[in-house]
């Protein structure tokens, strides 16, 4: 039996079934985590896997049936594992021990899960291609000369390489979506507030959001029924009751909007071949197809660069070297402990964005940016909401072409910044969308189709999902 290709709902049943226990499976990822290292994608392999192993074994013989019990996962850097490091890939909280358990991760614990260790990322998840991590490029699982995406390119290339079933990454712009496409397997960006973002390192608050990758539309599905629901600890939580994601709808054979807008932008892109593919075959499969319009969608990329960088220069204030990060050993005066500490401390995208945000916040500038920018973000999610009103789902490229190799981007970061061109929308508008897999490039890695939904409304797309891909297979 090969382990490493079982999903993360056979693991289970395996493991309830005593065809498998907890100990044997955790071992055979953990082989495979370290015979992946060239990689790059996992930081850590927690030292306490075996014995939670072997606790969760004892647990499963008296009878414990959780929803993830047995099944090995890894998460991103950014989220907190009570006693375990979490540096957001920076060298500024390298040391950082987590104090406490993130919501998500107090929910896949009580479920049964094991979380095998914590995956790279680009720094405070700024970034689209996990170059801009402190330690070290990932690389893509299918081309070891490209990239696999960011900001969650660890986790994304952690499920590809078959390190774990199932891995949890954050998402502000299309950190989870775009390297599920480079890496060809499904990213879900949830509904904002669907997932509770307690314990996450906050970027950007009013966008950042918990998504899932996985290689089977029922294993997100499983993962999202998990960690979806309301939250004490925060205030932007919603109270929306948890739907049963993974109880697929039979009858899906929904309207989908073609955006006309989009079938523009992505004339003469790498992607346009691709997503004119996909087109024709929802239409195969009997598919509703109707364009739409969204004539505010482009502007979302400068709408996104303006909200984000601002709420980010806001939010790592408080990495100042004096509370959680390391502080210059040279400082001796206040001033010098954050202008050194801050300096030293930081990469040059983190510090990119901290400066283009104050730009935005900065007196006699607020309104000519960051209020305009908010002002455009409402009418584009009254955009998204008449759209829905004519349509079920909405398809769109996930990305701008296949992966690009390591360090061919030119210093320009606009250049990077671009490769968000079709995910920011989502996050915007605050709706869901997952990445599946879907058709090649021309040097043969996998393109993404993303669907997007009205909020709330997730279960519809994984139905679509797996209605769509078994009609594929």
Do not use: W
């Amino acid at each position: 039996m090969e382990i490493l290709s079982l999903s993360a709902l056979e693991i289970r049943e395996k493991i309830l079934t005593k065809k498998l226990s907890c100990q044997e499976v955790v071992k055979a990822f953990v082989e495979q985590i370290k015979k992946c290292q060239k990689y790059n994608a996992v930081l850590e392999i927690f030292d306490d896997v075996e014995e939670k192993a072997k606790e969760m074994d004892e647990k499963i013989g008296q009878g414990f049936k959780g929803k993830l019990a047995g099944v090995p996962i890894i998460i991103k850097d950014n989220i907190l594992y009570e006693g375990k490091i979490c540096s957001c890939s920076s060298k500024f909280l390298k040391d950082f021990v987590a104090p406490y358990n993130a919501t998500v991760i107090e929910k896949v614990l009580a479920e049964g899960a094991i979380i095998l260790g914590r995956a790279n990322m680009d720094e405070f998840a700024m970034g689209s291609s996990t170059e801009n991590s402190a330690f070290g490029v990932t690389h893509n699982p299918l081309d070891f000369d490209r990239v696999p995406g960011g900001s969650s390119g660890g986790s994304a290339c952690a499920v590809a390489l078959n390190m774990c079933p199932i891995a949890l990454g954050t998402e502000t712009g299309g950190s989870v979506r775009q390297p599920a496409s480079y890496c060809g397997i499904y990213g879900l960006k949830p509904t904002y507030g669907r997932i509770s973002r307690y314990g996450i390192v906050a970027f950007a608050s009013s966008l950042d959001q918990v998504g899932i990758f996985s290689k089977t539309v029922e294993d997100n599905a499983l993962m999202l029924e998990v960690i979806a629901g309301g939250d004490e600890h925060d205030s932007t939580s919603s109270q929306t009751a948890v739907d049963n994601y993974s109880c697929f709808e039979n009858d899906c054979k929904y309207t989908i909007g073609i955006p006309k807008e989009i079938v523009q932008i992505s004339q003469g892109m790498a992607c346009q071949k691709n997503y004119q593919n996909f087109i024709d075959s929802l239409k195969k499969k009997g598919f509703a197809v109707k364009e739409i319009s969204l004539d505010g969608i482009s502007l979302c990329l400068p709408t996104y660069y303006i909200l984000a960088p601002a709420e980010a220069a806001s939010n790592l204030a408080r990495f100042d070297g004096v509370k959680y990060t390391s502080r210059n050993k040279e400082a001796k005066t206040l001033q010098e402990i954050y202008k050194k500490s801050r300096s030293e401390g930081f990469g040059k995208e983190v510090k990119r964005r901290i400066m283009l945000g104050n730009y935005v916040l900065s007196a006699g500038l607020y309104d000519a940016y960051y209020k305009k920018a908010k002002a455009v973000q409402g009418k584009i999610i009254s955009q998204f909401d008449k759209a829905f009103e004519q349509c079920d789902l909405i398809a769109m490229p996930t990305t701008i072409g296949e992966a690009f190799k390591i360090g061919s981007k030119p210093s320009n970061p606009i250049d990077t910044y671009k490769e968000d061109v079709f995910t920011v929308s989502a996050n915007i508008a605050g709706v869901p969308s997952l990445s599946i897999p879907f058709g090649q490039g021309e040097n043969g890695l996998p393109l993404g189709i993303q669907i997007l939904a009205k909020k709330f409304d997730e279960k519809k797309i994984y139905s679509f999902a797996n209605s769509f891909t078994k009609g594929e297979e």
